[in-house]
């Protein structure tokens, strides 16, 4: 009996993988003559209301395990064999799906972001923000150079918060994320596109600089050009794979900012990292991610932070500059980074 229990568990955590496990049962029930139509209702039940979870379908599994045992406990070696197959099957389609980050936290993180007015109200609060600093800038003297607002584009003027749900449901891929930005679909967050319409109506250029790397401009270009964003154009569009412009770290865009501050006054930076904004938080090892005391008073004013719970640079002081975690490892540093007094 603890050895039917040990397999069926393995199975009912791989089950979500198979390909359909409708089949599995129904092969199974007629292999030892039992009604099929309960079980098969439950799990379509199930499927409809998206909620085929471990939780569920041990429910499922073990309904019809205990049936099996108690008709006739002798057939268990037949059960123990369909069971291992429908774990090799599905433990290789778990292969074309690599589990990497805790989807239950990238769940709550996710559902705020796309769901919550508070998030759309941030989003507001940092354009309008934005208006007003352009403005301010257009009442003084005019300089040499013409002005221009540098823009990151990632969960800055671009939602990808889809892909993450993606990345939820059918998980991790090798060319998941360039699958995604193939697609050019990202919607516009709320208030970034009319704010860049706002500043091309006032003489104002935007920079996208991104760390989107060389081979996704063309589809980077389409997404911004499709959803309406003004200077969707080469010319002011700088990825990770400018290495002219890198200063020999291609994730840094200190370099790629000073290119366009060779041709442009830059009044403002708006982004979801505080790397978007200065060089001087690029190495959080130095002040733990804290802000600079001399930069503060620049926030609201030459810098506009937007928020992204999803992912960023913010999560490595919480892992302590570690890069191979596991999740259960992730998850106990941050709760004893937690403050409970």
Known sequence: ?????????????????????????????AIYNLDTSKTILAINHLQ????????????????????????????YLLLSVILATSLLI????????????????LLT????YQHSAEMKALYHQGFNIARERVESELTKPKGEKPLAVVVDIDETMLDNSPFETQLMKEGETEDGWHS????????????????AK????????????????????????KNLASVGFPFATEDHLLTRGDIAFSNGNVSSKAGRRARVASTHNIILLIGDNLNDFSEIFENRKENDGKLPLQKMQLFGKRYIVLPNPMYGAWEKPLFDYQDKLSEKEKTQLMLEKLLDK
């Open 48 to 75: 409809v209301h998206n909620s085929l979870t471990e939780k569920s379908v041990n429910l499922v599994t073990f309904e019809t395990v205990n049936i099996i045992l108690k008709t006739n406990p002798m057939k």
């Open 198 to 221: 706002f500043a091309e109506g006032k003489g104002v250029a935007i920079f996208y600089i991104t760390n989107r790397d060389s081979s996704e401009r063309e589809s980077t270009l």
């Open 109 to 112: 993180a996710s559902s705020w």
């Open 180 to 195: 995604w930005t193939n697609k050019a679909s990202a919607r516009a967050l709320p208030g970034a596109l009319e704010f």
């Open 90 to 105: 599905s433990c290789n389609s778990g292969n074309r799906n690599k589990p990497g980050r805790d989807f239950e936290k």
């Open 1 to 29: 009996m603890k050895i039917a229990r040990i397999c069926s568990n393995r199975f009912c955590v791989y089950l979500s993988a198979a390909a359909d496990i409708r089949v599995l049962f129904i092969a199974i029930c």
